[in-house]
């Protein structure tokens, strides 16, 4: 059994190695202010992120995080590219679309 908080600590870096990993990463942010963690959280982030994007092992919760960091941070697709303005896409002609009841508002 460990005597102190530290060998526990210890014990259970040897048992998981993540944790120490995790542990180098709050000694690194420990002498940041708050403003510091904030930014470092927020570009780590977006770099994972961006790198499962990429890779294409993004979930489908991760990349709707992804669109919202980027659309909250104005980084949206210009609707002009190389001078053109972009155009919708066409509806699909025929059934496909069903035809829905006008709603009823009380």
Not at 70 to 77: E, P, S, T, W, Y
Request: no cysteine; charged share 25%.
């Amino acid at each position: 059994m460990a005597s102190s908080a530290s060998e526990a600590i210890a014990e259970d870096e040897a048992e998981d190695p993540r944790l120490a990993l995790e542990q180098a990463a709050l000694d690194k942010l420990r002498g940041m202010s708050i403003e510091g963690v904030l930014l470092a959280g927020h570009e780590a982030m977006l770099r994972q992120l961006v790198a499962r994007a990429i890779a294409g092992t993004i979930s489908h919760q991760e990349l709707a995080v992804l669109r919202n960091v980027l659309r909250d941070n104005g980084m949206v697709i210009n609707k002009v590219i190389d001078g053109k303005a972009l155009k919708p896409l066409p509806l699909p002609e025929g059934d496909d679309i069903p035809e829905l009841p006008a709603p009823e508002y009380e």
